[in-house]
């Protein structure tokens, strides 16, 4: 259904349908009809909602939600039961947006504003999720028009909006890719490997060479991703790259092991599949961005683990005969071989890497080249619309007076219909438009000295009449310094050169007539000196005042305004400007003084305004206000304002005060915050007379220190603090220290309310008055009364302690009596133990050695020989320690490994699989600290014996 369905036109037109259907309903009483019709509707209502594909939700004014349809449930992932009379802003609203549509809400069912028709909406499922809807509103309304409930429908458009934010994404991706490529500035970074190398055409030419050389070959960006794949084995491509898991052991591999391979080297590693690979990097612009590989293979002198690919082919379900022949059929090369065919893909991921680095700067270049090509494109045609329409004729000129070029301006000059025809018209402008043709030559001569020249001169038009040219022109000159052509500008002044004639004829005219009233002037001018030079000095003595007045008015430290009856503003200073950000300009005859005040202060200012026409002294002068200025910033000012002399104007000076109120509101918030914390801290504050000791100020939690109800209980009773003191001695100290020095710090006891004792920590600092003398002493108490009674306890517990440490050191030494005895007799066990094994067990191996016995069975004989000789000995007694910590199996097999036996041959002695052997022996490697690195294990062994 569309997202934009108005949800309460539908209620209403269900309204109607079913009250059209109930009216057909009779043979009730009214009563009964009407409370049945209503059920009725009711029911029909909500099985109609319910067939609306979007969510129809009625909120009612207390936000509970008192009908919802089927898809509303749907959406939001709740039965119809548990949403009905639930809050919708608590329920169905995301948190962070439930008190700003509360409040809107809110305001709306008020009738204060209008509620949004339309919108989108993140509401909240059940499950948590967040879903996006086409949100429409509309009021239900009751008789009396106010509103009481809102109506609104919701289209589900989540995926819409996750499909645009995926599609945005793309386009950045691809814009920056973009940038990347063609933008001299771009960063390589944004870019991958297939963005710069041309794949198919890379794929073509592998192809081709593998037919020739049958080298397989892949190019890997450095995610793993296959570029190009020519020749690869069966083995990889039937089953390594199609089972996700072994897969991803070829991703890996690519990735994480081909990593860190300095350029023009290549690097040998065995995959996670257990397969050879070589790889070379590709480096474009200093940037590893992918690798050349060549593989898979085995080297030709080793053997095939057949029992790894075998497991292989059972763990991940390979058909195990296929598997194997897609594994014979592996190439296997010779080292020899290997290093000259790396040699060659060394040298081609170098070619692919400045192709690559040449493909991005060539991009680069055609982008430049492209830009530049269309500024100059465009440079050419306002040039050339310039040039074409301009009201002045331009023109360009040989030397040897051939038109070369010239607009439609310059040719309706010299009367021709286009610049066509004149160019083909005039061979020579000199001889055949010059009136005088001698002035072309002068005129070029000037201009090839001066490099430019403006000359006035004679021409006659296609038709014979002659115009005044007016000619500005340069000479355009070529590498030799030789003249090319004339370049400049022409424009007919012939009606100028009429006018300046007759303007000629009326001077001379008027000359004569000045000469006949010089004699009548100079007379009158006698008798006028008398009076301009009183004049002069009334206007100099009003100049000088004007000055005056407007130096102060400009200079004045305050912004100053002068405004009219009707509140437009005539005259303002720097300072206006300055405080206002106003430019005189937008101001004076522009602006009313009530556009620079506030709406609050509108009523208040108006009166005052229309008063001072009346009566001027019943008007405050000075008062404060606020005042806005040009960006919208409120401003604290204090406004002087007088009436002008003589006019209906008022001047009046502003001075801002916004610092200073931020100061009183600080220090006034500053002020709070002392008493509050004064009055709230947890630990004790106080305010006293020096020498009197006379309570001025103390909180609550000194108070309660001492015991007593509140601080006016505590000064009410205490006029002397000396009277607190458990040892009197402390006050004096107190003050001898504070006449000295600015603070005290220290811990004495205090009598409680109640007689018993406070220990309290102080800081005591003096507070000086202007002459410098102690106005009075203020500090802090911390009552340390349980850590000091703490600290009694732990001197107690330390006594106890020593006398118990002095007990357990002669318990020591008796254990220590006790441990030396167990050493001897555990020294003299093990000397039984070995001569045991050497007089009672080791005989009889040696007959058992006399007799003939089988290979196995003789083997077996000397391990057990072997081992007893062993059992005592360093070697077993290190590999058993807690450090290596080899088991029994591990120990066996170590004990093999010194002696020089193969895998192979301990899996026959042990009657084991070699698989094990292997998996044993890397065991012991580990635990020996040998995992990674090329030492020798049987070599470590040998060094434990």
């Avoid at 339309?118 to 509103?147: A, I």
């Avoid at 300095?262 to 257990?274: D, S």
């Avoid at 009233?517 to 004007?546: C, Y």
């Avoid at 007089?839 to 016995?853: A, G």
Wanted: charged share 30%; glycine share 6%; proline share 3%.
């Amino acid at each position: 259904m569309d997202g934009e369905h108005n949800g309460a036109q539908f209620v209403n037109d269900l309204d109607v349908m079913i009250e059209k259907n109930d009216e057909l309903e009779t043979g009730e009483s009214s009563l009964m009809q009407a409370g049945r019709k209503r059920k009725r509707k009711n029911r029909r209502l909500g099985q109609y909602l319910d067939l609306v594909e979007v969510l129809i939700v009625a909120i009612e004014a207390d936000q509970s939600i008192s009908v919802i349809n089927r898809k509303g449930c749907e959406i939001l992932g709740y039965e119809k039961e548990e949403l009905i009379g639930k809050n919708w802003f608590d329920t169905c609203l995301l948190e962070k947006d439930r008190e700003l549509m509360r409040a809107e809400f809110n305001n709306v069912i008020a009738g204060k504003i209008e509620p949004a028709r339309s919108g989108k909406l993140p509401v909240l499922t059940k499950s948590g999720e967040t879903r996006w809807l086409s949100w429409q509103n509309t009021e239900l309304k009751n008789r009396k028009g106010k509103m009481t409930a809102a109506l609104c429908s919701g289209e589900d458009i989540t995926e819409r909006i996750k499909t645009e934010e995926k599609l945005r994404k793309a386009e950045e991706r691809v814009r920056l890719k973009l940038e990347s490529l063609l933008s001299p500035e771009g960063d390589l970074g944004n870019l991958e490997l297939a963005d710069i190398l041309d794949a198919p055409a890379i794929r073509s030419l592998m192809e081709d060479f593998y037919e020739v050389a049958r080298i397989p070959i892949g190019i890997i960006d450095l995610k793993g991703k296959v570029l190009v794949g020519v020749g690869w084995q069966d083995i990889c491509t039937r089953f390594h790259r199609v089972h996700p898991e072994t897969c991803r052991h070829c991703i890996e591999s690519d990735v994480h092991l081909s990593a860190g391979v300095p350029a023009g080297e290549f690097k040998l590693y065995k995959c996670r599949n257990n397969m050879w690979d070589a790889a070379t990097p590709i480096i474009v612009g200093d940037r590893h961005m992918g690798n050349v590989f060549y593989g898979q293979f085995f080297f030709d002198d080793e053997a095939l683990d057949y029992g790894f690919f075998r497991s292989q082919a059972r763990r991940y379900g390979f058909p195990e005969k296929e598997y194997i022949a897609a594994l014979e059929a592996v190439p296997r090369l010779s080292r020899e071989s290997l290093d000259t065919a790396m040699a060659f893909f060394t040298k081609l991921a170098y070619t692919f890497s400045q192709l690559s680095y040449r493909n991005i700067k060539l991009a680069r270049l055609l982008a430049e080249r492209d830009s530049l090509m269309n500024s100059l494109q465009a440079a050419e045609n306002k040039y050339r619309g310039i040039f074409e329409n301009a009201i002045e004729g331009i023109f360009r000129t040989a030397p040897d007076g051939r038109v070369l070029d010239a607009n439609p301006a310059f040719a309706g000059i010299l009367g021709y219909d286009s610049p066509e025809e004149m160019m083909g018209t005039i061979t020579d402008i000199g001889k055949q438009h010059y009136v005088y043709p001698w002035e072309r030559k002068k005129w070029i001569s000037f201009i090839d000295q001066n490099d430019f020249g403006r000359f006035e001169v004679r021409m006659r038009t296609k038709d014979g009449n002659e115009r005044w040219v007016c000619l500005s022109a340069r000479p355009v000159r070529d590498a030799h310094g030789e003249t090319s052509y004339y370049e400049g500008f022409a424009e007919d002044v012939t009606d100028h050169m009429r006018r300046e004639d007759e303007l000629q004829r009326y001077r001379d005219h008027l000359e004569i007539l000045v000469k006949e009233r010089t004699s009548q002037l100079e007379e009158n001018n006698r008798l006028l000196i008398g009076e301009i030079a009183e004049r002069k000095k009334a206007e100099e003595a009003l100049r000088e005042s004007e000055n005056k007045y407007r130096a102060i008015f400009e200079n004045t430290g305050t912004a100053t305004l002068i405004y009219d009856e009707d509140s437009t503003i005539s005259l303002v200073n720097a300072e206006f400007e300055k405080m206002f950000r106003f430019p005189k300009e937008e101001v004076e005859g522009k602006k009313r003084w009530t556009d620079i005040t506030l709406q609050e202060d509108f009523e208040r200012l108006m009166g005052y305004h229309k008063l001072r026409s009346i009566d001027p002294e019943a008007v405050p002068r000075n008062y404060e206000l606020k005042v806005v200025d040009r960006y919208g910033h409120i401003l604290d000012a204090y406004m002087t304002v007088a009436m002008i002399p003589g006019t209906n104007q008022r001047v009046a000076s502003l001075l801002d005060i916004t610092p200073l109120k931020k100061v009183e509101r600080a220090l006034a918030e500053s002020e709070a915050l002392y008493r509050n914390l004064f009055e709230n801290a947890s630990i004790g504050m106080f305010q006293m007379t020096f020498y009197e000791g006379r309570f001025l100020r103390v909180n609550n939690a000194y108070a309660r220190m001492l015991g007593y109800e509140s601080p006016e209980d505590l000064m009410a009773n205490i006029s002397n603090v000396a009277t607190l003191h458990a040892d009197p001695d402390d006050r004096t100290v107190l003050i001898a220290t504070l006449e000295k020095q600015d603070w005290y710090y220290g811990e004495y006891p205090r009598c409680r309310k109640d007689g018993s004792i406070m220990f309290g920590k102080v800081a005591i600092r003096r507070v000086l008055d202007a002459d410098g003398a102690i106005a009075y002493i203020e500090g802090i108490v911390e009552d340390i009364t349980e850590r000091k009674q703490a600290e009694e306890a732990l001197i107690k517990s330390e006594r106890e302690l020593r006398v118990k440490a002095q007990n357990l050191a002669e318990v020591n030494t008796t254990l220590k009596v006790l441990l030396d005895t167990m050493e001897r007799d555990q020294e003299e066990l093990k000397e039984t133990v070995l001569t045991n094994v050497k007089e009672q067990v080791l005989p009889y191996l040696d007959k058992l050695k006399k007799r003939p016995l089988q290979d196995v069975e003789r083997g077996f004989v000397q391990m057990a020989e072997k081992h007893l000789n062993e059992i005592a000995s360093p070697f077993v007694k290190k590999l058993t320690s807690n450090y290596l910590n080899l088991t029994k199996k591990e120990i066996q097999i170590a004990a093999l490994i010194r002696e020089g036996k193969t895998s192979k041959e301990i899996a026959t002695l042990l009657n084991s699989n070699q698989r094990v052997i292997s998996f044993h022996r890397e065991n012991i490697r580990k635990k020996l600290g040998l995992k990674n690195k090329k030492d020798n294990l049987q070599i470590l062994l040998r060094k434990l014996s």
